[in-house]
């Protein structure tokens, strides 16, 4: 690793040095340098440059050696989520300790190096193709099925593994859906010039190489606003996980989104599609898979899921 770009260098430099680093980066990638930013929360932080292209935002994540996987409670499960699991376990007349359950869906503690990137701030969608309404494309019983749906004041339409049609103000947004599998898949990111962040560069990107089940600490914090267990008292409030971490990323929160990652086959970290949440878990059990350290998922079969795959596109720095 380039020492000048890893997190405790990076973290020491003066604002103009920053600065010209960051203006070089962006020359070498033909970025839009956008500005620092300083990312501040739960207990990490970084001020780092904010980049953009072709329409996307990215953030430069600097490089580091660190501890990942888990076997053990930091601090200790908090009060909150051990009762709930207690209660869970009474229900489901479960036997067995909490930790050693979660500890079987954790990843093996193991030392990473991780190199310098330059990182999309946002998930993004896989297979979706936004089209007008007017497309010859669309077929004419779907656009049917649209005017009966909007008819009954709905404002998202999905036809499975065909279209989807979301209210925007007074008119619709269609989107076409193509189907893609992993392969062809990284091979069309690749040719764009990104990459997919390993399981290993994921999880520090979630977690920074926090110790803890999450980046926050050893229990689930029941203040957030959570998608899927959200108050209707809390409906202008924004989901506290999806907020950018201590890296300015928008990662591992929606356990319905599965983030793709780079690997001999297709895995996925940061959600299980919904399992744990659709099979009445609650929130600590539902909300597990978005550990950094939960164990990557190797799906069985290559064909990507446009309503629960997602990707991060991502450049590895390397600078002479």
């Known amino acids: ?148 749906f909007a008819a009954t004041g709905g404002n998202s339409l999905t036809l499975v593994g065909c279209a989807r049609f979301e209210r925007d103000g007074d008119s619709w947004q269609a989107c076409l859906y193509h189907e893609i599998d992993y392969p062809d898949f990284r091979k069309r990111l690749h040719d764009q010039g990104f990459s997919l962040p390993t399981a290993d560069e994921w999880a520090y990107l979630c977690g920074g190489g926090c110790r803890t089940l999450f980046p926050w600490g050893d229990g689930l914090d029941y203040s957030m606003r959570l998608h899927w267990f959200e108050d209707t008292e809390d409906e202008d409030r924004p989901y506290d996980m999806e907020e950018p971490n201590f890296f300015g990323l928008s990662i591992a929160y929606d356990p319905y989104k599965r983030e793709v990652v780079q690997a001999d086959r297709f895995t996925t970290c940061g959600g299980d599609g919904g399992c744990n949440i659709c099979g009445g878990l609650g929130p600590f059990l539902g909300f597990l898979p978005c550990s950094p350290h939960y164990r990557p998922e190797v799906q069985e079969d290559n064909e990507l899921d446009g309503d629960y795959d997602f990707y991060r596109p991502i450049i590895r720095v390397e600078m002479s």
């Open 1 to 148: 690793m380039n020492e000048t770009l890893s997190r405790p260098r990076f973290n020491q430099m003066e604002t103009p040095e920053k600065q010209a680093l960051m203006e070089k980066l962006a020359a070498r990638y033909d970025m839009t340098f956008l500005g620092l930013h300083t990312f501040d929360r739960w207990g990490q932080s970084c001020t780092t440059g904010v980049f953009g292209k072709d329409g996307r935002e990215f953030v430069f994540v600097p490089g580091d050696r660190v501890t990942l996987g888990w076997e053990r409670f930091a601090i200790g499960l908090s009060q909150e989520s051990r009762e709930e699991l207690e209660y869970l376990f009474r229900e489901w007349e479960m036997e067995g300790d909490p930790e050693e359950m979660i500890g079987e869906g954790m990843a093996p503690v193991r030392q990473a190096a991780i190199p310098p990137m330059l990182v999309g701030r946002e998930l993004e969608e896989i297979g979706w193709e936004p089209v007008a309404l007017d497309d010859p494309r669309l077929r004419p019983d779907w656009l049917e099925e649209l005017r009966q």
